[in-house]
């Protein structure tokens, strides 16, 4: 069971990154950070123990971030990683955007969940170049997840990488992916309390998206109670309120995403 968030089984997670044409391949995932394997030697339980450990899953993983994160800057190309909720609108989210930007830049996905493909073949119908990494009983991605998914995907230099994580707003927010954004989904239907309840990802957030405006006739949502909840938080998170469904609001998304951009090639380190 992982020491940092609780998840998984006493074996590990299964983990498969599947792209374009591929076969599925499955990979037990101890020791690369994620901290699901049992090479340690503590009791179950014990407080000091824990800590010890999952500051050593972090700093590993913390390691792979700053990685992926100069390789990606040196090909000048922008990764956004979107956290959320299961059912917030990640993937339509994702889909619209590719449509509607596809034309201006490259743009790939790497689609996180814990089984199935579905999110991915809806992401290639768009014609966006996707890898899917199904985590098994992990509820996050993790560093070494996408380095392994860069691999496979092998993103065009000055793309657009948009990273959907797995739904669930605790244990995303823990990891760095070596992102340029980190971005957090809600939606109208889920409640304006969101922020108050889940306070650790609103903080880290550097973008907060309200999407599906179009249900708010239909919803008791406080648009501005949420939004004041967020800033109480994180006072220098930007929110965007749209619908990825109808259209509203998407030209202000866009314009945060060309503001996360204009980054300089830095040298990797190898």
């Known amino acids: 069971m992982c020491a940092t968030c609780g998840c998984g089984d006493t074996t590990g997670p299964r983990v498969s990154v599947v792209a374009d044409g591929e076969q599925e391949q499955e990979h037990d995932d101890h020791g690369h950070g994620h901290g699901h394997g049992h090479e340690h030697d503590h009791e179950h ?20 971030a700053v990685h992926n994160r100069q390789w ?13 909720s299961p059912g917030a609108g990640k993937t339509t989210l994702l889909a619209r955007t590719i449509r509607e930007l596809g034309c201006q830049r490259p743009i790939a996905v790497i689609e996180g969940d814990q089984e199935t493909r579905l999110d991915a073949e809806r992401i290639r119908e768009t014609g966006a170049s ?25 993103p065009a230099e000055e793309s657009l990488l948009l990273i959907e994580n797995v739904g669930n707003l605790v244990c995303p927010a823990l990891f760095d992916l070596g992102e340029e954004g980190k971005v957090v989904l809600i939606s109208t239907p889920e409640g304006a309390d969101k922020p108050k309840k889940y306070p650790h ?27 004041e909840q967020a800033r109480i938080l994180n006072p220098a ?34």
């Open 45 to 64: 339980g014990h407080p000091d123990h824990t800590v010890i450990l999952e500051q050593q899953v972090l700093a590993k993983n913390d390691g792979i």
């Open 72 to 84: 990606m800057r040196s090909r000048r190309i922008t990764a956004i990683n979107i956290m959320s």
């Open 130 to 154: 996707v890898v899917q990494v199904n985590t098994g009983a992990g509820c996050h991605l993790d560093a070494a997840m996408i380095d392994r998914a860069l691999r496979a995907l092998d």
């Open 201 to 227: 990802i609103f903080a880290v957030a550097d973008l907060v998206v309200i999407n599906k405006i179009d249900l708010l006739p239909y919803v008791e949502f406080d648009v501005d109670a949420c939004v």
């Open 237 to 270: 998170v930007r929110v965007v309120v749209l619908s990825a469904t109808t259209g509203e609001g998407m030209d202000e998304w866009y314009e945060w995403i060309g503001s996360r951009s204009a980054i300089s090639p830095v040298a990797v380190d190898n």
